[in-house]
Every structure is written in structure tokens, then in C-alpha cells.
């Protein structure tokens, strides 16, 4: 729990630095290509997957609900706003933490123990530069991208069981999502994502620059850092949710 803690305090310091290095416009921009590409068109598959199913179920359990309650026509709003509001960027997040945190901890901390990092300092390149902003700016630029991408996805996995289980109108379950939905709910998506983005991407590499203890150490630290942006995403969740729609009112009476 000590060593949790102290790696936990770094992560907090190597979030400052990269706050500072950004603001001085220190951008590596081929590597910043790089790890978008990792972060993005690699991760998209899986998300996309995720997220549809993620819609098709959600949609199962609601409408049978519903529909015996009389309130069919409102299963597109609520859906809507799960995955806007939570669902698309909390389960994006979990992906890409898995997928690419996990990446960025063994990377980072196989470079540690053999020594690559002690050679870019004798090289005069800062490691927060080369190896951590580009992975920080990635994870923020393609996770929005990304959870955008799962918001249309997951709406036309539950717009498949709508209609072709429960014999829903397309219309009006569209209809349904377009008015339940505001600007604010589909701004909330991708600042979410830009939040859990920059979790998983400094954890990842404070637990990999903070890597000892050879192959064994690496396996830990991945371990570790896939756990720890796990909890992060979660626990930020809630404070951003409670942040974002505090005061928000009920979006089921607007819409009705």
C-alpha cells in the first residue's frame, strides 16, 4: 500500500509537469501521430463493439419494462441519455484503459529497467516530452473520438432491438432520443472522455517510469496501472456527474 501511494503522489507530480510542458508548447509531434494511431483506429473496433452491445442490452432490459407500463415511446430518450451522460465514455474508457494503459506501463517500464530512460537523459531529452505528453495528448485527442463514435453505434444497437424484438416504430424511438437530448448532455460525452483520457494516459506512464525490479516488476506495474485508471475513471465519474448535472433538472418532463 506504501509503494500504491508513493507511485500514486508521483502520478499526481508527472500530471503537473505535463500541465506545465503543455502549456510551453512542448510537442513531439511525430510521436504524437504515432500514439494517436495506437490510441484510435486501433482501439475502434473494440469500442465500437463494446458500446453496441452495450446498447442492444440496455434496450432488452428497458423497453420490456416500459412497454408494460405503457411508456414505450420514451425508450430512445432514456437510452440516449445513458450513453451520452455515462454508459459511452465510462465503458470507452474502461476499453482504452485495458487496451492502451496497459500498453503504456509495460512500454514505459520495460524502457526503465533497461535502462532506455536513463540514455534519453544522458541524450538531453526530457522523458515527459518524448515519451509521456504524446501519450497524454493522444488519449485526449481519440478518446472523445471515440466515445462520440460509441454514442451513434450504441443508439443503433438499441434501435435494431427496438424495432425488430419489440416492434417499435424507428421514428419514434429517434424521435424519443432527439428530444430527450440537449446540448448539454452531448457536450458532457467528450469532457468526460478528455478527463478519463488523461487519467489513463498519465497513470500508464507514472507506473511504468516508476518501474523496478526487472520482468517481474513490468508485469506488476501493468497490472497496477490497468487497476488504478480503472478506479480513477470511476471515481472521477462521480464527482463529474455530480458537476455536470447537479442542477440539470428532469430531462424526462422537458421532453414530455
Known amino acids: 500500500m506504501s509503494l500504491w501511494f508513493k507511485r500514486f503522489v508521483a502520478a499526481i507530480f508527472l500530471g ?20 494517436m494511431a495506437l490510441v484510435g483506429p486501433e482501439s475502434l473496433l473494440i469500442a465500437l463493439i463494446t458500446s453496441t452491445t452495450i446498447g442492444m442490452v440496455f434496450t432488452i432490459q428497458v423497453a420490456r419494462e ?8 420514451v425508450v430512445g430518450g432514456v437510452l440516449s441519455l445513458a450513453l451520452t451522460r455515462e454508459l ?3 465503458l470507452t474508457a474502461v476499453v482504452l484503459a485495458g487496451r492502451v494503459g496497459s500498453a503504456f506501463a509495460a512500454e514505459i517500464g520495460t524502457m526503465k529497467v533497461s535502462e532506455q530512460i ?8 526530457d522523458p515527459v516530452d518524448y515519451l509521456v505528453i504524446p501519450r ?15 454514442i451513434v453505434t450504441g ?9 425488430s424484438i419489440f416492434g417499435m416504430h424507428g421514428r419514434v424511438f429517434l424521435d424519443s432520443a432527439r428530444n430527450f437530448l440537449d446540448g448539454w448532455d452531448l457536450c458532457s460525452a467528450p469532457i468526460k472522455a478528455i478527463c478519463f ?3 489513463i494516459a498519465i497513470i500508464g506512464c507514472s507506473w511504468g517510469l516508476t518501474t523496478t525490479g526487472g520482468a517481474k516488476g513490468v508485469g506488476q506495474s501493468t497490472t497496477t496501472a490497468v487497476v488504478t ?3 480513477a475513471i470511476f471515481i472521477s465519474n462521480f464527482f463529474l456527474s455530480w458537476i455536470m448535472f447537479q442542477g440539470s433538472g428532469s430531462a424526462v418532463s422537458k421532453a414530455l
Do not use: R, W
Open 16 to 35: 503537473g509537469q505535463v500541465i506545465v510542458h503543455i502549456l510551453k508548447g512542448k510537442f513531439n509531434y511525430p510521436n504524437i501521430v504515432e500514439q
Open 66 to 73: 416500459f412497454i408494460n407500463i405503457g411508456a414505450g415511446q
Open 88 to 90: 459511452a465514455p465510462v
Open 118 to 125: 536513463d540514455a534519453l537523459y544522458i541524450l538531453k531529452t
Open 136 to 150: 497524454v495528448v493522444a488519449c485526449c485527442v481519440m478518446l472523445p473520438l471515440l466515445t462520440i463514435l460509441s
Open 155 to 163: 443508439m443503433l444497437g438499441g434501435l435494431l432491438v427496438a424495432t
Open 197 to 199: 483520457g488523461a487519467l
Open 229 to 231: 485508471s480503472l478506479l
